[in-house]
């Protein structure tokens, strides 16, 4: 991969990349985290998290030399929490107003 | 301190700058409006005269509650609203909830009660209607909406200032990871060296101290304008299938067995003298949930206690008036999830410690905009003698950082002309308009940025001066009334615009000490 296209590749990482996979951690997390005391972690936490989700991403897209990583680190993810938000919308019987406790 | 190897930091240095340079301009702007409206309640009671101080929530208001909830539709008692308004009238909303266009709102019929406990004013809408601009709180209220939304329609103006924060929040902490001597930094201001080197220094200096504050204003900035636009639909998503209301009443609501028997509403007067003992502090809002049923609940929300940060909120039983719970402001009870939420909002807007940490959050705010200002002005002074010009760019700089305040200011002179007419909403914002296209008119026709950076200081600083004379021609209340009647904002915000503007304008009449020798700045720099 030519200096040009990796500094494009890493661009995309630290740019729209960032955004839509913090996006997708903030909405996957919701499915995932235990809910607390009140039964509201899960859904409050992401919401506070988000924005320094999204700035990890963005600093370690801009800072690892290792474009390799950046990009496992952050399909990952990505992929991991849009499995979770698929798993949640296909498993119908699960899908009612009952939030994850 | 941080030592990143030289390439990181040279990528460091770029990202700061940038970040700054791409949106310093509205950011300025952002923080210059949230600066200011750290002290919007003062501003309030300034701009609107506001002389009474015996709050709304420490008179009689039981009667009037049970009358106008018995005179409005049933459809519209689902909740109530219960908050000051004007110069501390009653404001009661009763309204139920909607979806819009994928948001939920509150719509109902909004009354005010004045002192007298006669209902002066009665209006059907939404919560937009109710919570937006009036005659009174126009200058607030405009103020406060170009910080949140810089007037740009939902959700966009939100998205849009959530960025800015992002932005903010990248400077912050490139800005940190690119200082070499963080310490040294934090102390040192050449003024013998040349003009230059004085800005890099100030820029420096003021921004290292600042980071801290910048830091978690920026991020608790994002946390509010992304929260409503993409946060709550997109974990609604996940989390109920799409469902707002649910994941609204999960966070907020108060759980229990519904009981729809129709009750009349317990003695208000009752819970209110039991919050203000309980919690210390007049309610800054009130809801009434299930307004008129056996399971009506009413919670007060109080600023924190003292040594607190987190706001207080106390749960009594609607239609028996009896103290239930001190509960957390979000969630049924405490949670880790419930206490960082709740602590977002004095975090934010440093209202929790009173005028002291309002005080503070001022200084600190405009710390914020001299870096934001330096910052810009060292980026430009870094490419001066670069192929490409951006002397149109250094223009527009002091157009925006010293015009923006003149505009602001104008505002506030429009408002404070039309008020007595009832005309502060349309003239409020056209006051900016005007104050704003003095300021641009001033950039295309100033021969040179030093003439214009004058002009403009000396339109800044004539303006506040004019500020507190315009209050009193206007009919505003005079020192000593103010006084008398407890209200001592109004003469400090009066002293604090003479003391502001007569110092730029004396600053103008010093000679400059300015030296240009020539310097070459570091890339950290």
New interface residues.
């Given amino acids: 991969m030519t200096v040009t296209s990796r500094r494009w590749v890493r661009f995309a990482f630290a740019g729209p990349g960032a955004i839509l996979i913090a996006l997708a951690v903030m909405a996957g997390m919701a499915l995932w985290l235990p809910g607390g005391a009140a039964g509201i972690d899960n859904l409050v936490l992401p919401l506070i998290l988000a924005p320094l989700i999204w700035a990890g991403l963005f600093f370690h897209a801009c800072l690892d030399r290792r474009l390799g990583r950046v990009a496992i680190v952050a399909l990952g993810l990505l992929l991991v929490h849009a499995a979770l938000i698929a798993h949640k919308f296909l498993d119908k019987g699960a899908a009612s107003t009952e939030a994850h406790r | 301190m941080i030592h ?1 190897p030289k ?2 930091t040279k ?2 240095v770029a ?1 700061h700058g940038w970040s700054g340079i791409l949106l310093g301009l509205l950011l300025y702007a952002v923080v210059v409006t949230g600066t200011a409206a750290v002290f919007a309640e003062e501003i309030g009671a300034w701009s609107a005269g506001h002389v009474a101080t015996r709050s709304a929530f420490e008179r009689p208001m039981a009667d009037t509650l049970r009358e106008l909830g018995t005179e409005t539709p049933a459809k519209y008692r689902e909740a109530v609203d219960v908050f000051e308004t004007g110069d501390h009238d009653l404001g009661l909303f009763f309204h139920r909830h909607e979806m819009a266009g994928g948001e939920l709102i509150s719509r109902g019929l909004f009354y005010v009660v004045n002192g007298d406990g006669r209902v002066i004013h009665r209006q059907a809408g939404t919560n937009d209607d109710v919570y937006g601009a009036r005659n009174d709180n126009a200058l607030r209220s405009f103020l406060v909406d170009t910080h949140v939304r810089l007037h740009l329609p939902n959700p966009w103006g939100l998205l849009l200032t959530g960025i800015l ?2 932005s903010m ?2 400077a912050a ?1 490139s800005g940190l990871l690119i200082h070499r001597h963080l310490f040294k930094d934090i102390f040192t201001l050449r003024r013998s060296g040349s003009a230059i080197l004085a800005n890099r220094d100030a820029h420096s200096v003021a921004g290292t101290w600042s980071l801290p504050f910048a830091f978690v204003l ?2 608790t900035g ?2 509010f304008s ?2 409503g636009t ?3 639909p ?2 609604a ?5 799409g ?1 707002v209301h ?2 609204t009443e ?2 907020y609501g108060n759980p229990g067995s519904p009981d729809p028997r129709p009750a009349v509403i317990g003695n208000m007067d009752r819970i209110n003298a039991d919050a203000i003992a309980r919690a210390g502090a007049i309610p800054t809002f009130v809801t009434i949930e299930n307004f008129g049923r056996a399971d009506a609940r009413v919670t007060t929300y109080h600023p924190p206690k003292a040594a607190a940060l987190a706001p207080v909120s106390l749960l009594y039983d609607g239609a028996t008036a009896v103290f239930l719970q001190e509960k ?1 402001l ?9 206490t ?2 709740a602590i ?1 909002s004095p975090l934010h807007f440093g209202n929790f410690a009173g005028l002291l940490s309002k005080a503070i959050w001022f200084g600190l705010g405009f710390a914020m905009c001299y870096v934001t200002y330096t910052g810009m002005r060292l980026w430009l002074v870094r490419r001066e003698d670069g192929v490409r010009s951006f002397a149109w760019l250094e223009r527009t700089n002091m157009v925006v950082c010293l015009g923006l305040p003149f505009a602001l200011a104008a505002s506030a002179a429009a408002f404070l002309l039309a008020m007595p007419a009832g005309n502060a909403p349309w003239w409020t914002p056209a006051g900016f308009l005007i104050g704003a296209a003095l300021a641009i008119g001033a950039g295309v026709i100033a021969p040179d940025c030093v003439r214009l950076g004058l002009w403009l200081r000396r339109a800044d600083g004539a303006l506040l001066v004019a500020l507190p004379l315009l209050r009193l021609v206007a009919g505003g209340p005079g020192w000593a009334a103010a006084l008398a009647a407890g209200q001592p904002i109004i003469v400090m915000l009066d002293i604090a615009f003479l003391l502001a503007g007569g110092r730029m304008l004396w600053q103008l009449g010093r000679p400059s000490k300015a030296t240009h020798q020539p310097t070459i700045l570091q890339p950290a720099e």
């Fill in positions: 990143l390439h990181e990528a460091m990202v924060g992002l929040l990248v902490i920026a991020f994002s946390f992304f929260f993409v946060g709550v997109l974990v998503m996940a989390a109920f299938g469902n649910a994941l999960a966070i957390p979000i969630g049924p009870r405490p949670s880790t999830g419930g960082l939420a977002m």
